[in-house]
């Protein structure tokens, strides 16, 4: 069945690369160099994660801000100033003499600043994954910033770190708390939502209730139905969905139909994968990641193991950050490359795992696999 060419041309040209190159990382970078069809790496990685377009290095500066912004065709300019102010919809930044100049958010790159000592700590932890203790310095860095535009680039951090540890009561809350003080958020794609199966924690089940019927707050019955669609309140849940489909934030409006589709992977057909993927191709690239996992689920469900496999791999490819959905993808994608015939390709990405989330279940997973191929 091809469902999506595309797809299955890109996989044919990756089939040819895997034969040679066994190890992820070179994988990894010859995925990035194709044109991944319609869900194709941006031009500007930056955009694939927003959350990590401040990572970038740049030239350091004392006492000053250094944006990056897109101009026209492939330029970018650098801007040496004050960021005045930056949300999802604008950056307002003062120059060295003064002058205000206001730019569009979606043109805004990469950031630096004379970030504290306390935020850098935080990072480190961050970059080394010890979320525990990311967790403990940002919540310090945040109490002793003044910035309003550093503090949501911390509360971001936070949601990051909370969802990790499993804190997704408190990761929750944190976004609730990003999102209202700029709806146009560039870290959107930082909300907890869950993509997989599985019943919650009681925990997380308890505050996704509350969520939902939450009536001031679209982001909150969104997390609420995501959380309750594997529990006795389905019904509940689906209806939430339901009722977000005219949302004045299209992301919102996107998320809660790749949401519904999580529960119609047992009766999909292949038109409706067709019709998924056009849905998918009109989102952000930022939120695509869960989006991309359900379709490549139901490709898998159609046997068309081969576009699962490339679709499941985008995810730790393109969205890095989303940790959990991306062992869960690495693990389908071997399971589908083993449908394939392609045991080498599949120890690959089952060594992957083992190596780069050794403290996840699906690590655990994939070492009885890689140990039943030897």
């Not at 026209?72 to 003064?98: I, M």
């Not at 480190?124 to 309003?148: I, S």
């Not at 594997?230 to 019904?235: C, N």
């Not at 699962?308 to 995810?315: E, H, P, S, T, V």
Request: proline share 4%; aromatic share 8%.
């Amino acid at each position: 069945m091809a469902v999506c060419a595309g797809m299955n041309s890109e996989f044919e040209s990756l089939q040819a690369f895997v034969c040679r190159a066994l190890a992820f990382n070179q994988v990894v970078a010859f995925c990035v160099t194709l044109a991944l069809g319609s869900t194709a790496v941006p031009a500007d990685p930056a955009q694939a994660d927003p959350a990590q377009a401040d990572t970038v290095p740049a030239e350091t500066v004392q006492a000053e801000d250094v944006v990056i912004v897109s101009a026209s065709g492939d330029r970018r300019t650098r801007l040496v100033g004050e960021v005045a102010e930056l949300t999802g919809k604008r950056l307002v930044f003062r120059h060295a003499s003064g002058r205000e100049e206001i730019i569009a958010g979606t043109r805004v790159i990469q950031v630096d600043s004379n970030w504290s000592p306390q935020l850098l700590k935080a990072d480190t932890f961050f970059q080394q994954h010890d979320y525990r203790r990311a967790l403990t310095a940002y919540l310090v860095a945040l109490a002793a910033e003044q910035r309003g535009w550093v503090k949501q680039r911390i509360r971001a951090r936070l949601v990051w770190c909370n969802r990790y540890l499993d804190r997704i009561g408190q990761a929750g809350a944190t976004f609730r708390v990003l999102y209202d003080s700029d709806p146009t958020t560039r870290d959107f794609a930082a909300i907890p939502l869950t993509w997989t199966t599985g019943q919650p924690s009681p925990n997380t089940e308890r505050r996704a209730r509350q969520w939902l019927t939450d009536e001031d707050s679209a982001v909150a019955r969104l997390m609420g139905a995501s959380w309750l669609l594997s529990t006795s309140s389905r019904a509940e849940a689906l209806q939430g969905l339901k009722g977000l489909v005219t949302d004045k934030d299209p992301r919102v409006v996107l998320l809660a139909e790749g949401q519904h589709w999580r529960t119609r992977l047992a009766s999909t057909r292949v038109k409706d994968v067709e019709r998924w993927t056009a849905v998918v191709d009109q989102m952000p690239v930022s939120i695509r990641a869960g989006p991309v996992f359900v379709l490549a689920t139901a490709l898998a469900r159609h046997q068309d193991s081969g576009s699962a496999a490339l679709g499941f791999m985008r995810i730790p490819i393109l969205y890095p950050r989303q940790r959990r959905l991306s062992t869960r993808s690495l693990l389908a994608a071997a399971g589908e490359l083993e449908k394939m015939n392609r045991i080498d390709e599949a120890r690959g990405l089952y060594r992957e795992l083992i190596v780069e989330y050794p403290n996840t279940d699906e690590a655990e997973q994939a070492r009885q696999e890689f140990d039943r191929l030897k």
